[in-house]
């Protein structure tokens, strides 16, 4: 099982929308996977129960230890968290996880809550031990604005780099309305959003 954490302390981050492309891209590349959803509000698996049955497949787990249930070596978990994640839900996520993948908004808000996250995440054993690893999504932001060099600058004082910056595009919007992602839609409409989600499933399958 390699199970990918997406995660941030602020609500509205964009977590759900990252978790559930995520799931979607992994399973359109036909690999095996579940999303599990830890968040009380519960949206990753409002998205999965209206998602049409003919495109590929995104298992939900509901509750306790995946690794009880075990998916298989073979298989992805994405694992979708509430905001203000931290104590020993922080500590038992990470447990589970083999990488956390942050989505930040470039904000003065966003980045101050993330922040303490960060300084917190960086202090957990697992990530000290280099039994996780980190990967950050810039969320509704030009990379070619003033605000992603600010985010980038952020995240510098980390030594996190941005895997990739998602723009901000209300086509995410109406793929969830209809259970769907990027992934789902036709390559035409989100061939732009699929390069830029290139480097995250590398990263998920490949990178440190």
Request: hydrophobic share 45%.
């Amino acid at each position: 099982m390699r199970a990918i954490v997406v995660a941030n302390p602020k609500g509205g981050s964009g977590k759900t929308t990252v978790a559930t492309n995520l799931a979607a891209g992994l399973a359109a590349a036909n690999e095996r996977v579940y999303l599990w959803d830890i968040d009380r509000q519960k949206s990753a698996l409002t998205w999965l129960s209206i998602r049409p049955a003919h495109l590929p497949r995104v298992a939900r787990l509901d509750g306790g230890d995946p690794k009880d249930r075990d998916p298989g070596d073979d298989s992805w978990v994405v694992i979708d968290t509430p905001a203000g994640l931290h104590g020993k839900n922080l500590e038992y996520a990470l447990r589970l996880a083999e990488k956390v993948l942050i989505p930040v908004q470039p904000s003065v808000f966003d980045m101050a809550a993330t922040r303490d996250f960060l300084d917190t995440l960086l202090a957990e054993k697992a990530v000290r031990r280099h039994k996780v690893s980190i990967g950050v999504v810039g969320v509704r932001v030009d990379p070619r604005t003033r605000a992603s060099a600010t985010l980038e600058a952020f995240l510098q004082q980390y030594h996190l780099p941005i895997l990739t910056f998602l723009r901000d595009t209300v086509i995410y919007t109406n793929a969830a309305f209809l259970g769907q992602s990027v992934f789902d839609l036709p390559a035409y409409l989100t061939e732009r959003d699929r390069q830029q989600w290139s480097p995250v499933l590398d990263w998920a399958r490949n990178g440190g």
